[in-house]
């Protein structure tokens, strides 16, 4: 008996004495005057154990069965579930195998079969929150995620990220490289698709900002009197088309998307696993088909505003020339323009006054085409060859004259010269000056 139950039984066994009423009883115990009176008759026949539920020490009729039990934990014991939790197998035991268990249930079941491991509540450092923004489109936050996505059965890939911070909107899509180009090609779908939102809110890497290279001389200078900065090609793209960027200074800052990171790496994985997929075509298909419309229908959230902030495209808005690799480039005296090793020629009909010697914006676009403007006009270009120079001839003499080759060792000649300079030709000065002068004549015939 609980105390619960200890309590009640005092208050019942005063209404039975009539010290106070049925009335002030149901009062107390929180329950009708009807329910009292069949708890005091319950308590004249069986005594005090009548306050006891007669459900307490039964089993639940809910209870599962050992062979609906024995079945779950033979399919997630499989190697194709591994490290699933309880949420999410419960979901693909109800989708692919016709299994209905609870979350809890489940968990108790996996628990008792080795299959998870219950984790304890830890207490984290409170920080303070942000809140979300009113309206979609408001603020997107935009980032990457390198991970083994595919577990080693393919190549490594990159996962893109855009997640409205209103509703937790997603959009994401699975990339071999995280470059500029792709960056580019994820935010053109995104635009299609929603419009332009008024910010983007990503980190400080070089795809988004450019990287500071101040001299010493000028690194005590406050940041506000260096030099600007020029935009990066994302940059850019985003200044061109009126839609606002915002560095974040920590990880924690955009945490939206850094913990979307967290359920896909859970989820995702497990997913594209189940599914089978290789490779980047069929991974993006699983993301498209299967990940993104669980999640915008699972954990988006309705915005505080329902009034959606993106802002439609515009005539003036052109994403082939926005969303481009942009470059700067001088037409030379004849016309034409070097870019990557290759030349361009400007069309005859296109040449404008002025334009000889001028700079003009070449894009290098993401079909692969390129465009140059001149004064906001597209010119027509072609791709030409340049004719290779000739290559120099061998000068070639009529008659030449014909040389005898070099002895490769000494001669015979060689050896006689050498011979006669370390000849003995007469007696040494040592010899000379030993000579008795007295016993020879004055002078020598």
């Given at each position: 008996?609980?105390?619960?139950?200890?309590?009640?039984?005092?208050?019942?066994k005063?209404?039975?004495?009539?010290l106070?009423?049925q009335?002030?009883?149901?009062?107390?115990?929180?329950?009708?005057?009807?329910?009292?009176?069949?708890?005091?008759?319950?308590?004249?026949k069986?005594?005090?154990?009548?306050?006891?539920?007669k459900?307490?020490?039964?089993a639940?009729?809910?209870?599962?069965?050992?062979?609906m039990?024995?079945?779950?934990?033979?399919i997630?014991?499989?190697?194709?579930?591994?490290?699933?939790?309880?949420?999410?197998?419960?979901?693909?035991?109800?989708?692919?195998h016709?299994i209905?268990?609870?979350?809890?249930?489940?968990?108790?079941?996996?628990?008792g079969?080795?299959?998870w491991?219950?984790r304890?509540?830890?207490?984290e450092?409170p920080h303070?929150?942000?809140?979300?923004?009113d309206?979609?489109g408001e603020?997107?936050?935009?980032?990457?995620?390198?991970?083994?996505w595919?577990?080693?059965?393919?190549?490594?890939?990159?996962l893109?990220h855009m997640?409205?911070d209103?509703t937790s909107?997603?959009?994401?899509?699975?990339v071999?490289?995280?470059?500029?180009?792709?960056?580019?090609?994820?935010?053109?779908i995104?635009l299609?698709?929603?419009?332009?939102?008024?910010?983007?809110?990503?980190?400080?890497?070089?795809?988004?900002?450019?990287?500071?290279k101040?001299?010493?001389?000028?690194?005590?200078?406050?940041?506000?009197e260096?030099e600007?900065?020029p935009?990066?090609?994302i940059?850019?793209?985003?200044?061109?088309?009126g839609i606002v960027?915002?560095?974040a200074?920590?990880p924690?800052?955009?945490?939206r998307?850094?913990?979307?990171?967290?359920?896909?790496?859970?989820?995702?994985?497990?997913?594209?696993?189940?599914?089978?997929?290789n490779t980047?075509e069929?991974?993006?298909?699983y993301l498209?088909?299967?990940?993104?419309p669980?999640?915008?229908?699972?954990?988006?959230v309705?915005?505080a505003?329902?009034?959606?902030?993106h802002?439609?495209?515009?005539?003036?808005?052109?994403?082939a020339?926005?969303?481009?690799?942009?470059?700067?480039?001088?037409?030379?005296?004849?016309?034409?323009?070097?870019?990557e090793?290759?030349?361009?020629?400007?069309?005859?009909?296109?040449i404008?006054?002025?334009?000889?010697h001028?700079?003009?914006?070449?894009?290098?676009?993401?079909?692969?085409?390129?465009?140059?403007?001149?004064?906001?006009?597209?010119?027509?270009?072609?791709?030409?060859?340049?004719?290779?120079k000739p290559?120099?001839?061998a000068?070639?003499?009529a008659?030449p004259?014909?040389?005898?080759?070099?002895?490769?060792?000494?001669?015979?000649?060689?050896?006689?010269a050498?011979?006669?300079l370390?000849?003995?030709?007469g007696?040494s000065?040592?010899?000379v000056?030993?000579?008795?002068?007295?016993?020879t004549?004055?002078?020598?015939d």
């Open positions: 008996m609980t105390q619960r139950d200890r309590d009640r039984l005092v208050v019942l005063k209404a039975q004495k009539r106070i009423t009335q002030q009883a149901s009062v107390e115990l929180e329950m009708t005057p009807r329910q009292v009176r069949r708890l005091l008759r319950r308590l004249k069986e005594g005090d154990k009548a306050v006891i539920h459900l307490r020490g039964r639940s009729n809910r209870r599962l069965s050992a062979e039990r024995e079945k779950a934990v033979r997630l014991s499989q190697e194709v579930y591994r490290g699933f939790g309880p949420t999410l197998a419960s979901e693909y035991l109800r989708g692919k016709d209905d268990i609870g979350r809890e249930a489940l968990r108790q079941v996996m628990i079969a080795g299959l491991r219950a304890r509540q830890k207490v450092k303070q929150w942000r809140e979300r923004r309206s979609r603020l997107v936050q935009w980032d990457t995620s390198e991970h083994d595919l577990e080693g059965r393919g190549q490594r890939l990159y893109i997640i409205d209103a909107e997603l959009t994401a899509r699975f071999r490289a995280d470059s500029t180009e792709e960056n580019m090609r994820l935010l053109w995104y299609e698709r929603h419009g332009r939102p008024l910010a983007f809110y990503t980190d400080k890497a070089s795809l988004f900002r450019t990287a500071p101040t001299p010493r001389d000028k690194q005590t200078l406050p940041r506000d260096r600007p900065l935009p990066t090609q940059g850019r793209a985003l200044a061109e088309l960027w915002i560095a200074h920590s924690q800052a955009k945490g998307v850094e913990r979307s990171f967290g359920t896909a790496q859970d989820r995702l994985v497990k997913g594209l696993r189940v599914a089978g997929a980047i069929e991974a993006n298909r498209d088909e299967e990940f993104l669980w999640w915008n229908q699972h954990l988006k309705a915005p505003n329902p009034t959606d902030a802002r439609q495209l515009s005539a003036e808005h052109d994403l020339a926005s969303l481009s690799q942009v470059q700067t480039r001088q037409v030379a005296s004849d016309y034409t323009i070097r870019l090793g290759k030349v361009y020629l400007i069309a005859r009909d296109q404008r006054p002025g334009l000889r001028a700079n003009v914006r070449v894009e290098n676009r993401l079909d692969g085409t390129v465009s140059v403007r001149f004064a906001g006009r597209c010119l027509e270009v072609t791709n030409c060859v340049p004719a290779e290559a120099l001839k000068k070639t003499v008659n004259v014909k040389r005898r080759p070099l002895p490769v060792g000494p001669t015979e000649a060689s050896r006689a050498l011979s006669q370390f000849r003995k030709t007696p000065v040592r010899e000056a030993a000579i008795n002068r007295t016993l004549r004055d002078r020598f």
